[in-house]
């Protein structure tokens, strides 16, 4: 008889750009972002993982009912990681469709293109922000409150839908306010984030589910980058290589631990 293999620990990772994208790029190949982390940490502790990061930057919250059946029903992930908020938090007024285009990384370098871009949108997009940001500095920044609870109902019957699917364990994020360099910008979003992480963190607490759990990140930047937001997120949003790298390691740790409690996991291993 064949000697078995253990059954790889299936880990799906979702969210925008917090997930995606490292401050800076363009640095070595070991730059990885969190969820590549999560693979290489758990895979040198001997447990055999496959970990699949679905994620776009800019993506809403609601985005992600309309794809779980593809995503989840077929890979049946034991762990899913879900990052979502921050983006509702950014804007009191910019539509989200003029965002994307005014920031896309998707446009061809055409002659005309790059003229309207340079020349039209640019220009347009950057007097409408410091337009908003004019305002977020006058309105009180959690004006639109519908939009927190609008998030974690989303989340929530996301959590419901997927719970169903073998009973994953489920880890939503903390979201941290924006640095320093948009701190100007977006003169509101640090409260606005404030009031998410609440309303996120009772969501998860009134479902009641040890496999339901909240993932807190500050304690990561207090302990590794003494509580300074501009050494965690020096682009004013996204991860440092470093933080990044102690974030997956904190997750890989936390579904380790929980992954040793699953018998579909740990069977194979204890033949070996």
Do not use: C
């Not at 979502?84 to 998707?106: D, M």
């Amino acid at each position: 008889m064949p000697t078995p293999l253990p059954l790889p620990l299936r880990v799906l990772v979702k969210g925008a750009s917090t997930v995606n994208w490292v401050s800076w790029m363009g640095g070595p190949r070991e730059d990885f972002i969190f969820p590549r982390v999560i693979q290489e940490q758990l895979l040198a502790g001997g447990r055999p993982t496959e970990v699949q990061t679905i994620t776009m930057t800019s993506e809403r919250t609601s985005s992600i009912l309309g794809t779980w059946q593809a995503e989840v029903l077929g890979y049946s992930p034991d762990v899913i990681v879900l990052v979502y908020g921050h983006y509702e938090t950014i804007h009191l007024f910019i539509p989200r469709w003029l965002e994307v285009h005014a920031n896309s990384l998707r446009w061809a370098p055409r002659r005309i293109g790059s003229a309207y871009r340079r020349l039209v949108l640019r220009p347009a997009w950057k007097a409408l922000a410091r337009a908003q940001a004019k305002v977020d500095s006058i309105l009180p920044p959690t004006l639109r409150r519908g939009r927190p609870r609008q998030v974690a109902a989303d989340l929530e019957r996301y959590i419901s839908h997927v719970q169903g699917v073998g009973s994953p364990l489920v880890l939503v994020f903390e979201l941290l306010p924006p640095g320093s360099r948009y701190r100007t910008w977006f003169p509101g979003m640090a409260r606005r984030i404030e009031v998410m992480n609440d309303t996120l963190r009772t969501m998860v607490e009134g479902i009641g589910r040890d496999d339901v759990r909240w993932f807190p990140v500050t304690p990561l930047v207090d302990e590794h980058v003494a509580g300074d937001i501009d050494r965690a997120i020096p682009d004013g949003f996204h991860y440092s290589p470093q933080m990044h790298r102690h974030i997956g390691t904190a997750l890989a740790r936390e579904i380790d631990a929980w992954a040793a409690t699953q018998n579909h996991l740990t069977r194979a291993r204890e033949a070996l």
